[in-house]
């Protein structure tokens, strides 16, 4: 996929179905990128030729967030299936604490 980019001087580079843009271009152009990634595609902003951010679809965060939920869930299976209030906070370590006062 060929993605000829509006910004001056030419300072996009396409990778795949991803675009990179340096960090004062995207700034610029917030609106715009914001219209490429609601169409599906992902921006990704660097600095000083480095890689720091990626604009992508709302609908890819409810997959990462649902991957994080089942990682969590499977820790806990894999941890005795104790309850669990957090990522690494357990009712018995609350309980331990009160003990220590």
Do not use: C
Not at 13 to 34: G, Q, Y
Not at 50 to 61: H, M, N, R, T
Request: hydrophobic share 45%; aromatic share 6%; glycine share 8%.
């Amino acid at each position: 996929m060929i993605i000829w980019p509006i910004f001056r001087r030419g300072l996009a580079k396409v990778m795949d179905a991803r675009t990179e843009f340096a960090a004062a271009d995207a700034k610029a152009h917030f609106s715009e990128l914001l219209t490429r990634a609601e169409n599906g595609e992902e921006v990704l902003i660097s600095r000083h030729g480095k890689v720091v951010a990626k604009l992508a679809p709302a609908g890819e965060i409810d997959v990462v967030a649902a991957r994080r939920a089942r990682r969590l869930a499977w820790q806990n299976v894999m941890d005795g299936g104790r309850p669990m209030l957090g990522p690494d906070l357990t009712i018995r370590q609350l309980i331990e604490e009160g003990r220590k006062y």
